[in-house]
């Protein structure tokens, strides 16, 4: 099993529409949860950042984090065509090392 | 802009050859990693150094070697080089030493192995 699973997609979407991207992860050690957002022919940049369980909003994104399930969730409310990307996440363990998804790439269509 | 340098942007090679992938972290990163990105398989940290000295490894061959100098610029070698190497390599910087910080990406280096 992969430290780390997200479905690829891709997924479409039109605008204004709610997305709802996810990863599960296996080793329950891990503690420090990011999504990161890549642009096409970019480097990835952080999008948001969590390290407990619970939600945690910043404007349209909001990041949810189940440990108990090992599942974490990115929410876009009133998705934009500039939010089409390829999201990441990315997961800290106990040796600090950063563990991505493969990612997901999201179109939003105008 | 993340502040981060990689040269060069693009790279083509033979199989068998080497190169030398270079980054300059953002003013006042003392980290640097290297990471692979591939279609099939995503984003794969290689190698961490903190102030010049090695943190920790990754997936990363025994054919690939990296570096950080003293002016905290790093050199990520490849040498014989296969078709499967090719793949975005992308550098990343952040001040402190735990992976847990927010690391800045550089836009990458594109290596093709013909």
């Known amino acids: 099993q992969k430290e780390v699973e997200q479905d690829p997609g891709p997924l479409s979407v039109p605008e204004g529409a709610i997305v709802s991207l996810n990863c599960t992860y296996s080793n329950s050690a891990f503690q420090y949860f990011m999504w990161y957002r890549q642009y096409s022919r970019k480097g990835p940049e952080l999008l948001m950042y969590?390290?407990?369980?619970g939600n945690k909003e910043d404007g349209r994104f909001t990041a949810q984090v189940d440990k108990s399930s090992k599942y974490i969730s990115l929410f876009i409310r009133d998705s934009q065509p500039s939010d089409s990307a390829t999201y990441l996440c990315?997961?800290?363990?106990?040796?600090?090392?950063?563990?991505f998804g493969k990612g997901t790439l999201l179109t939003v269509n105008p | 802009d993340s502040g981060v340098t990689q040269t060069p942007k693009h790279l083509i090679t033979a199989t068998g050859q080497r190169v030398t992938l270079r980054c300059s972290p953002r003013?006042?990163?003392?980290?640097v990693y290297w990471y692979q990105q591939s279609l099939d398989q995503g984003l794969q940290f290689l190698i961490h150094?903190?102030?010049?000295?090695?943190?920790a490894k990754g997936n990363i061959l025994e054919r690939f070697s990296a570096q950080q100098f003293p002016d905290l610029h790093s050199e990520l070698n490849l040498s014989s080089l296969e078709l499967g190497d090719s793949a975005l390599y992308f550098c990343?910087?952040?001040?402190?030493?735990?992976?847990?910080?927010?690391?800045?990406f550089g836009p990458g280096t594109r290596l093709t192995v013909l």
């Open positions: 003013s006042g990163d003392l980290s």
């Open positions: 990315a997961i800290v363990g106990s040796n600090y090392k950063l563990t």
């Open positions: 990343a910087s952040s001040p402190g030493i735990s992976g847990h910080n927010e690391q800045f």
């Open positions: 150094y903190y102030n010049g000295e090695e943190r």
């Open positions: 969590t390290y407990s369980s």
